[in-house]
């Protein structure tokens, strides 16, 4: 065996490894540290908005189910953040109109608009709460998204717990499929790089 094929080989191994690592780390994430059914705060994640700055599916599905759980008495603040990652429109200002279109009273909403991933949408809403002097918070995003933000928010001093935003409409198979494997790329890119070069303080 020639060494190049060597290095191919070693080369297939690490990074199927690396593919295994991020699916079991997903897999065996932490959805909660405490039983709590009541929170300070509801955190609902950032997604981009539309070329237009209005809100996409993925996002008014968050949010609306963040007005769900604020209706339903989970919290009396939500904590919308994310930045404008994709486009011009910072994702935390659009959701916030969103919510506010839905009812929510601008007095219990709080905008987060720099974070640009899910480490900081978790720091910078931290952040918010920790000047308030909040400890508790759910945190709302899409059931794809539940595993890697529950590895970050692990890491945070806050009572949590993760909250599925359900889809409006239904997604295709293909696409869940493609969401799901997108996230555990993004996993193994957490755990290699991201999670030890993470300097956020709350």
Not at 171 to 188: C, F, G, Q
Request: charged residues 25%; glycine residues 6%; hydrophobic residues 45%.
């Amino acid at each position: 065996m020639g060494w190049r094929t060597r290095a191919v080989a070693i080369s297939s191994v690490v990074v199927a490894g690396l593919i295994l690592w991020g699916y079991l780390a997903r897999r065996f994430a932490p959805v909660a540290n405490t039983s709590l059914t009541r929170f300070d705060a509801i955190i609902v994640l950032g997604s981009p908005a539309d070329s237009d700055g209005n809100p996409s599916p993925v996002q008014l599905w968050r949010v609306t189910e963040g007005v769900h759980e604020y209706e339903r008495g989970v919290a009396p603040h939500m904590i919308l953040t994310g930045g404008a990652v994709a486009n011009r429109f910072a994702e935390a200002r659009v959701m916030a109109r969103t919510a506010e279109a839905q009812g929510i009273p601008e007095s219990a909403i709080y905008v987060e608009p720099e974070a640009r991933n899910t480490i900081e949408n978790a720091c910078y809403a931290m952040r918010i709460m920790k000047a308030r002097g909040w400890r508790s918070a759910e945190v709302v995003t899409s059931d794809w998204h539940l595993e890697r933000a529950g590895l970050i928010l692990s890491r945070l001093p806050l009572e949590w717990r993760t909250h599925a935003a359900p889809d409006l409409e239904p997604e295709s198979s293909w696409y869940l499929d493609a969401m799901n494997w997108e996230e555990t790329l993004k996993t193994v890119r957490y755990l290699v790089w991201a999670r030890p070069m993470d300097k956020c303080e709350p």
